[in-house]
């Protein structure tokens, strides 16, 4: 950038301070306006891409069946006894009270399960349970008896062990499902709250995706009003400290408040809706818009400790880094932007507004700041030459013992990087929140006393009409699920063959000895027949078996949290269908196999958005020095730290999700500004005949605090992630966050030998 171009740019910025505070506060001011109009999601499925073949998948499985969202109650009684006359009558009444909720279509539980029986030549159907506050011991003993031994209920809707029992609700959702998933969490709360009080030997507990819906919201609303105000005071502080100027630390402050507001107030005005995965942008924002204000302000003071005159040193402060700030806002945008290749849309949003954010950081860094150091009263003689140790002995000495340096660093990138394999993909959604939340503190609970919430629902489809009472079909539904109930991940299978297994007993005298599947279709379509028009209202077969009857739905509920456990069931349970049953078609889908692929498709899709990024930063570090030799050596110091924090990952953790997919793309857009500061500054020197030595000297002195500076409040900014009850957002914090320092070592320790090492001319 022509440097007459740069100096009457500092002077038509620094000469007319009070018109550009002006102009800018009103720009930030009218654009703020706008955050009033942000909201927040309740619907999970907006992490979900339109072309996601598992969620097309669960949309044709809804259309054939009924609708899946759902809520699952836990009754736990203190003592341990589900088969009392008091707690099958707490059961009783919820079972009822929950038939109310907005929107609930089907409720199942423990008292409403439609029992079976033949007595002569009658099919009598009717619910387990009725008035269990006058049941005697025998009858208790009778239910007990019968609940137990039922494989569609056990470990469903009553644990094995008889101490805790289940609700399952259905919903039916309109296609603005917000508002719905409010009514739902509300009306729900209260007749749970009403059943605490009514029956305090008993505790209740939720989950299911109706209540993650809400769980989002609830985090992402978390986000926006604790993380951006922690983050906010973490920045402000770390700048105070390390640049030692209260004045300086006070434009900053300003700054951050423009740009975040600038930002979010363009989000706003254009009714962006947010959600967990994106709500960490005012945090991005903020931390980005101190990064380059940083290099501004820290340049002028020290311009002002070499005895420069005010005016003078914030013109030079703004000639001298305007040039590789703008490359930096363009590389660190083209990473942001290149999330836009993620499967999931919300990092969309995040890629987009925090790349916004570095533009509007960047004008403000190079307009409204110098402005407001003009008018600000900072003085030279207020500002102290510090005495200890300063960065251009830390650059000495880093110059001096360069090789040994490196020779100690080396091994340590090795043994990080052996760390990368260890890693695995899995986002386990009942495990998205940390235990501040209810939602996941309940979903354990369940987990572990009652039945799992992950589940496999496969479509058994016959290929014909009322093919569901072939014999042959049932029989190879049968062997499907017999096999599955053998896996060890699996804890419970429901299936349709079931049914028609006791509905043959039944119809011939209750003989244990014919629960089998029926021999003959006829007997079974009117089997079938008569147990349909046996059922209540509201305990239809439509969940498990489609209106044309070639099709029936198995639910198979995993007890493994992981993804990849899901991933691979689902896989060996798709080859064994093919292998052993081919005349059922066969699909694996349902909420918990959308989220076994979240991570995998994110990261598939990224490695596109991530390999055109990088080429396209690689060519602009060509383009900015000048030279392919110095623009092939500035990627090593960039490419290393993503590698390393991924390597330290899979030492400490190994679990990769959704968020941390993109982490190395995000983080590589923001370590290549010090690369560019770095070599530019040293190029600059080397123009000026300084040595390499000396150029690099030059380096240190001149940017070595700010770079500094900067990894520390960003860091700092980035660590404020953790504070999140998002388990998604704290993990892609600390990646990012251990990226950021391991970049700092590479720039000052491994990024001086490589230019030193090829460029040895006179």
Not at 99 to 104: E, R
Request: net charge negative.
């Amino acid at each position: 950038m022509n440097q007459k171009v740069l100096a009457r740019y500092a002077e038509l910025v620094t000469y007319n301070p009070w018109r550009v505070i002006v102009f800018t506060v009103l720009f930030a001011l009218v654009m703020g306006a706008g955050a009033q109009f942000i909201t927040v999601t309740d619907d999970y499925r907006v992490m979900f891409g339109e072309n996601n073949p598992q969620v097309a998948d669960f949309d044709k499985l809804e259309q054939t069946f009924s609708s899946f969202s759902s809520v699952l109650i836990a009754a736990a009684p203190d003592d341990q006894q589900i088969f009392t006359s008091e707690n099958l009558s707490a059961i009783e009444e919820l079972t009822l009270a929950a038939w109310q909720l907005p929107y609930s279509n089907r409720v199942d539980s423990v008292t409403n399960y439609s029992y079976s029986e033949g007595i002569d030549d009658d099919l009598i159907v009717e619910p387990l349970v009725e008035d269990a506050v006058d049941f005697d011991e025998k009858e208790l003993a009778r239910v007990k008896e019968i609940a137990l031994n039922e494989p569609e209920i056990v470990d469903r809707l009553i644990s094995s062990d008889g101490s805790v029992a289940g609700i399952a609700i259905t919903f039916t959702l309109p296609e603005v499902r917000d508002q719905a998933i409010i009514e739902i969490t509300e009306s729900l709360s209260e007749i749970l709250d009403q059943a605490r009080s009514d029956h305090p030997n008993i505790a209740f507990y939720k989950s299911g995706d109706i209540i993650l819906n809400h769980t989002l919201s609830v985090a992402t609303e978390d986000d926006f009003l604790v993380l951006a105000p922690f983050a906010f005071a973490v920045v402000v502080i770390a700048s105070l400290l390390i640049l030692r100027s209260i004045l300086g630390t006070l434009a900053i402050i300003v700054i951050i408040f423009a740009t975040s507001a600038a930002t979010m107030g363009f989000a706003g005005w254009i009714r962006t809706v947010f959600d967990p995965l994106n709500s960490v942008v005012p945090i991005i924002v903020m931390a980005m818009s101190v990064a380059h204000s940083v290099h501004i302000v820290s340049t002028s003071l020290n311009n002002m400790r070499r005895e420069l005159p005010k005016l003078e040193a914030i013109q030079t402060s703004l000639r001298n880094n305007c040039y590789p700030m703008s490359f930096t806002t363009i590389t660190t945008v083209i990473g942001f932007l290149s999330l836009n290749a993620s499967d999931s849309p919300p990092f969309h949003t995040l890629g987009n507004f925090a790349a916004l954010g570095v533009i509007f950081g960047f004008i403000f860094a190079t307009t409204l700041l110098p402005a407001l150091l003009c008018v600000l009263p900072i003085r030279a003689s207020k500002l102290r030459i510090k005495r200890g140790l300063t960065f251009d002995q830390i650059g000495a000495f880093i110059i001096a013992y360069r090789n040994r340096l490196a020779l100690v660093i080396a091994p340590i990138i090795i043994v990080l990087m052996f760390g990368i394999p260890l890693n695995i993909l899995s986002d386990a959604w009942a495990h998205f929140f940390d235990e501040r939340y209810e939602f996941r503190r309940d979903t354990d609970f369940i987990t572990q006393n009652l039945t799992g919430i992950d589940m496999l629902e496969i479509t058994l489809d016959s290929g014909i009409e009322n093919g569901v009472t072939e014999p042959e079909y049932l029989r190879n539904i049968e062997s499907y699920a017999e096999w599955l109930r053998k896996q060890p991940e699996v804890e419970h299978v429901e299936v349709f063959s079931d049914i028609m297994k006791r509905l043959n007993k039944n119809l011939h005298g209750n003989d244990p000895g014919y629960y089998r599947i029926p021999e003959e279709r006829d007997l079974a379509s009117q089997y079938l027949l008569l147990y349909e028009l046996s059922l209540p209202f509201g305990r239809d077969l439509n969940h498990r078996v489609d209106v044309a009857k070639a099709s029936t739905r198995m639910t198979v509920i995993i007890g493994n949290p992981s993804s990849k456990v899901h991933r691979e069931l689902a896989d060996k349970a798709e080859d064994w269908a093919s292998a052993n049953i081919p005349n059922v078609d066969v699909t694996v889908s349902g909420i918990t196999m959308i989220f076994a692929h979240l991570s995998k498709r994110n990261i598939e899709s990224m490695l596109s958005g991530t390999i055109i990024a990088m080429a396209v930063i690689s060519l602009l570090l060509i383009i900015v020095f000048k030279s392919i030799k110095f623009g092939l050596i500035s990627l090593i110091p960039n490419f290393l730290p993503p590698a390393m924090a991924f390597g330290l990952w899979g030492h400490v953790s190994g679990v990769i999700g959704i968020s941390s997919s993109v982490a190395t793309i995000v983080a590589f857009g923001i370590i290549v500004d010090d690369t560019i500061h770095i070599i530019s500054r040293y190029l600059r020197a080397r123009q000026e005949s300084k040595s390499p030595e000396e150029s690099m000297q030059y380096v240190f002195s001149s940017v070595g605090k700010a770079l500094f500076t900067t990894t520390v409040v960003l860091t700092l900014g980035f660590l404020v992630f953790v504070v999140s009850g998002y388990v998604g957002s704290w993990v892609l914090g600390l990646l990012i966050a251990f990226t950021l320092v391991f970049a700092l070592i590479a720039d000052f320790l491994l990024l001086p030998v490589l230019l030193l090492a090829i460029d040895r001319r006179k």
